[in-house]
């Protein structure tokens, strides 16, 4: 099968305008005859759900959560950044797009991109009406913040709950269309099928977690808005929750896979303390705009710390490395994430790391109490203070933070086309859980723009153009495609509670976890990474023996929903490591330690690697099948990313 | 250096919602206190599963104190001894060597008990959707900086929409009642400039689906705004009774 | 009509039953509060019975009176649908319940408070409202010398009373009245009563300690800058000034008299 990304022609600036008028149109009167599946209510799921509704489609909408408002990008700190040029300092569309592409070091499609540039003014205004309370000015209009290393103060926020306000915006949204009947809302449900019946995706299959109904759901489209796959290195800034399930799933019934191994690890994070840790708290990246990062000047000195035979306070200011300003003296601490989280992880690999584990970097607000006064500092950066005074139980006005990297994001995704359809008709694929926009690295403050261009201002007119094709006739759910899936779930959830090993799920997901952070984690190998490959066949063929799930089906069980999850990583972990493996260049967050420069910065290789990889299923346990679009740059050109 | 402790837990066990449920005590050995209070409980789900027990089941998904799923009562409180906090920011520093905790799900009627520590919160979503929203469809929207809204306004408004909907402020209430819920989201729109076209139905119809519920009626004791994790203040609750009254006794507009 | 109905049934438009009947009521403590303190009077009794006379035949009053009376039987009786209302809504209770660490003792006890208030009430009405209203109080007569100011107190039988009269005749103000002076300084010669009354105010004491305030609340009257002056009064005046005047009165009968 050859990727047509279906990039539309002409120049890139008309490029969205001239698609949408190309696109085929629905007749307002067939609407309500189709049904549309949004799995997912986080930014890109309520968003797209909504905005399907308002057109007039039915909509059934499916989370895990509880409630549609916990979705994850509730988590999302920092902001959301729109190219509104309201500071009138220098921003444009084509700024943003310029940014986004580079920062994603060349690794995006440009048309992709530049659509989302230019529809991020109006999810500002979106989430303006819906009364979304970003942070204004006295003059009672929005405020801006510079963001994550932008030049230009683009970012709007809401203090440091962002994505919280935007989510709860677009959840409003949805609760409207769910009064209105126009949304069915499935609290408590997981995906874990997708049905694809005559080449076309026409269902999913879901299992209702309060009492284990398996049943099946027929629609005109499918739209998985799943969020990312961080989750499979154990440790991240994911919720508890988070999975790949729903995408794989959709993987193993034809959705190609693309840039797996693109994962962004975020560099402000609290350390991890313990084996019992569960999951890693991110503190937004803003507050690099203050902070100064700074290891000890030698191991010997880090040692002294750790040991506790002295205090931060006797290091003195010329024993300190603040390494990112001395390695990049124009960015300083303001360098992409990747960037950043690559030297502290360089720090501590010197033995320069600090805090009892020696796997962290301090990042000090000493300096900016001394020049804005600690009133102000609280009023920017309060609850981030206290919430790493919660967790750590240090107060961080007195003394510097612990930081150190932490997974935070997947870039890869599902392959989508420029109207976001995976390989399989009718399967659409919306915002982290897909691989458009961000290349190998994914700006600050652009995940909440990507989540929400996609449900809000992309999907409606891309998904009209499919149904239009195919017609409003109603879904035949007695087609065997589904009782197929249907089945093949039953069995599947059979064969783990028939195990009854010695070892939980946890247990599993902690060895995963292990294994990709040593070998797929911020610096990768050849050598690591075949070895990991080894190591994670080993540990699915022992989970698929040994693993113990308790109780049945058909109860509240979250043994049983852990272990459905866990089962996909362990088929993604090795997918990732494939995607590593054949990526013999360092890009974004991917490093490979065989390709770097002469001052050990990451070193692309545009000849070779300038696609998107997207990686074919082809039956459990076999070497799945690279497919590549080639990325064609017309508007940028390619450099080599410097933030010296 | 983490200190290490062994406690003893007495949890609520219901298999699901028909069950009667009763408290079970376990031991939680060698918890360190840098653990948070949901990692204690995943270190004992461990250990009960590898006996072949089924875990304890309880609600959680950020456990960074922002997506409001987690809910436990903790020694008499919601979410435990500390304010300001959601359970998944409790530590096990807030506890001492030898202690009894006893953990107990939310109660209230309109939270039935879906299995031991967890339970339906559905009833939120609903008086959500009854009116917590402004009705403006996808695009063909004015510019953002179109709506100024004074910063004083605006901060209030974002006061009251930092409520995580964990209902913390039920399980509070020695009423059950959930105004400080609802009056958050009635204030936060009746606040803003955007809110002013549905401002009085929209309290009325929330206030409705509310009592639908069963939800108990305020009797102002403030329990909720002390043990709100977001620290949502009671003012929203004068607030939006000032809205709902307005709309009865001065307004023509109906709930729609 | 629907919509009032509907209103008033709503858990909103029943607690603005109990704070509008609450605020009433007091309002009424401090016209109460203030009529009593005739009792400190060193006239035998003779402005309290005038007073007294006033307040039970003067008609807006009177009209008033009724309002207070229907008031305090809605508050109780809303106050029980409400507790009602509310245990339902929590079916399975607590096993641990640290109530006092995140609302105040009172604000958690209004139910308890305001039981042992009627059960003060009643038996302060049947102790001198019932009996003043059926003749079963003594009755007196007051003759003041307009010149020297000096008045003279006579018991008279209940054959020689009509009704309450006020003249001046020769110089002499005389006044014919029920004598509830006298019923209170009797009745307040029971130390069992004097312990109820004392007590019965420190109930009211926290009962408008929250009861207070909490109205304004539930009428949405809450403003920044007016509702640190509704909790100073609520605390100050209602909750201490005027329960410790109204527990004044039989303590100071039962250690004078």
Known sequence: MILDAKIPEGPLAEKWSKHKFNLKLVNPANKRKYTVIVVGTGLAGS??????????????????????????????????????????????????????????????????????????????????????????????????????GAQVSRTFYARGQTGQQLLLGAYSALNRQIHEGKVKMYNRHEMLDVVVADGKAQGIVTRDLIDGTIETHAAHAVLLCTGGYGNVFYLSTNAMGCNVTAAWKAHKRGAYFANPCFTQIHPTCIPVTGDHQSKLTLMSESLRNDGRVWAPKTPEMAERLRKGEIKVADIKEEDRDYFLERKYPSFGNLVPRDVASRNAKEAVDEGKGVGSSGKAVFLDFADAIKRLGED???????????????????????????????????MGGLWVDYNLQTTVQGLYCLGEANFSDHGANRLGASALMQGLADGYFVIPYTVGDYLATIGPKPI???????????????????????????????????????????????????????????????????????????????????????????????????????????????????????????????????????????????????????????????NVKLTQRSYK | ????????????????????????????????????????????????????????????????????????????????????????????????????????????????????????????????????????????????????????????AFNSATCIGCGACVAACKNGSAMLFVSAKISQMALLPQGQQERYQRAQAMVNQMDTEGFGSCTNTGACEVECPKEISLTNIARMNREYFTAKFFKEEEMH | MGNFKSTFSSTLGKKLIMALTGLFLCTFLIVHLVGNLQIFSHDGGKAFNEYSYFMTHFPPIKIISYLLYASIIIHAVYALILTLHNQKARPVKYAVYEGGKNASWSSRNMGILGTVLLIFIVTHMAN??????????????????????????????????????????????????????QQVSYAFQNVWLVILYVVAMAAMGFHLYHGFWSAFQTFGWDHKKYMPIVSFLGVWVFAVLIPLGFAAMPLYVYFTK
């Open chain 1, 376 to 410: 102000t500092v609280r009023e920017k950066y309060g609850n981030l203070f206290d919430m790493y005074y919660q967790i750590t139980d240090e107060n961080p006005y007195k003394q510097p933070m612990r930081i150190y990297p932490a997974v935070h994001y997947t």
């Open chain 2, 1 to 156: 250096m983490s200190k290490h402790m062994n406690l003893t837990i007495k949890v609520w066990r219901q298999k699901n919602v028909q069950d009667k449920g009763g408290f079970k005590t376990y031991k939680a050995d060698n918890i360190a206190d840098d653990m948070s209070f949901l990692e204690m409980l995943d270190v004992v789900n461990e250990g009960l599963t590898k006996k072949g027990e089924d875990p304890i089941h309880f609600d959680h998904d950020c456990r960074e104190g922002i997506c409001g799923m987690c809910s436990l009562y903790i020694n008499g409180r919601p979410h435990g001894p500390k304010t300001a906090i959601t359970t998944c920011q409790l530590h096990m520093r807030s506890f001492n060597d030898g202690e009894t905790i006893t953990i107990e799900p939310w109660r209230s009627g309109a939270f039935p008990v879906i299995k031991d520590l967890a339970v339906d919160r559905t009833a939120f979503d609903r008086i959500q959707q009854a009116g917590g929203y402004v009705s403006v469809n996808t695009g063909g929207i004015p510019d953002a900086n179109e709506i100024p809204v004074p910063k004083p306004i605006a901060d209030e």
């Open chain 1, 47 to 148: 968003s797209a759900a909504a905005s399907l509704a308002e057109l007039g489609y039915n909509v059934k909408a499916f989370c895990f959560q509880d409630s549609p408002r916990r979705a994850h990008s509730i988590a999302a700190q920092g902001g959301i950044n729109a190219a509104k040029n309201y500071r009138n300092d220098g921003d444009s569309v084509y700024r943003l797009f310029y940014d986004t592409i580079k920062g994603g070091d060349y690794r995006a499609r440009e048309a992709n991109v530049y659509r989302l540039a230019e529809v991020s003014v109006d999810i500002i205004d979106q989430c303006v009406a819906q009364g979304v309370p970003f942070a204004r000015e006295y003059g009672g209009l929005l405020d801006n913040r510079s963001f994550g």
């Open chain 1, 476 to 634: 035949d759910d007695k087609h065997p495609a589904f009782a197929e899936a249907k089945k093949s779930v039953e069995e599947k959830i059979a064969k783990l509670l028939s195990l009854k090993g010695t070892k939980t799920v946890d247990d599993y997901h902690r060895e995963l976890g292990i294994i990709m952070w040593e070998y797929c984690g911020m610096a990768r190998n050849e050598a690591g990474l075949t070895k990991a490959k080894g190591l994670i066949r080993e540990l699915r063929e022992d989970f698929w023996k040994n693993v113990i799930v308790l109780g049945k089906n058909e109860e509240f069980n979250q043994s049983l929903e852990k272990a459905i999850r866990v089962a996909d990583f362990l088929e993604l972990g090795e997918l990732m490591v494939d995607d590593a493996l054949q990526r013999r260049e360092s890009c974004g967050g991917h490093f490979r330690e065989e390709s770097q420069t002469e001052e050990g910065e990451a070193k692309r290789d545009d000849e070779n690697f300038a696609f998107a990889a997207a990686w074919e299923y082809k039956g459990y346990g076999e070497q799945e099948e690279l497919h590549k679009e080639e990325l064609v740059f017309e």
């Open chain 3, 128 to 181: 001198f409202w019932f009996k003043y209203h059926n003749d079963m109080v003594p009755f007196v007569e007051y003759r003041t010398s307009l010149q020297t100011g000096e008045t003279t107190v006579k018991e008279i039988p209940a054959s020689e009373f009509r009704d309450f009269v006020k003249y001046v005749d020769n110089g002499v103000e005389i006044v014919r009245a029920k004598d509830l002076y």
